[in-house]
Nanobody, 120 residues
Framework: QVQLVESGGGLVQPGGSLRLSCFASGRTISNYAMGWFRQAPGKEREFVASISQHNPSTYYGGPVKVLFTISRDNAKNTVYLQMNDLKLEETAAYYC?????????????WGQGTQVTVSS
């Protein structure tokens, strides 16, 4: 079992930045692809970014491709999501997930989420 705990969410003004963290316990994340997803009220869950286990490859959802960066520190058992130039419509609960294949969006361990609110 892998337990995932997200942190770093909060209130930010449009154009601002946040860095989300996802700390894993129970097992090392080095064996897992890690991903970030988000879900806004009344909307379906949306893929944000993912990173593979080895020689890490990264994948991004279309809307965030340029402005977000996913990274991992296996020694700290932590995954990060750097978000820049945030927009109002990016207000959502952001979830960290662990799975086998970064490109598949098929994950089976999930965190509880951290709220990101973009507002002026």
């Amino acid at each position: 079992q892998v337990q995932l705990v997200e942190s770093g969410g909060g209130l930010v003004q449009p154009g601002g930045s946040l860095r989300l963290s996802c700390f894993a316990s129970g097992r090392t994340i080095s064996n897992y692809a890690m991903g970030w997803f988000r879900q806004a009220p009344g909307k379906e869950r949306e893929f944000v970014a993912s990173i593979s286990q080895h020689n890490p490859s990264t994948y991004y959802g279309g809307p965030v491709k340029v402005l977000f960066t996913i990274s991992r520190d296996n020694a700290k058992n932590t995954v990060y999501l750097q978000m820049n130039d945030l927009k109002l419509e990016e207000t959502a609960a952001y979830y960290c997930a662990a799975g086998d294949v970064a490109a598949s969006h098929d994950y089976y361990y999930w965190g509880q989420g951290t709220q990101v609110t973009v507002s002026s």
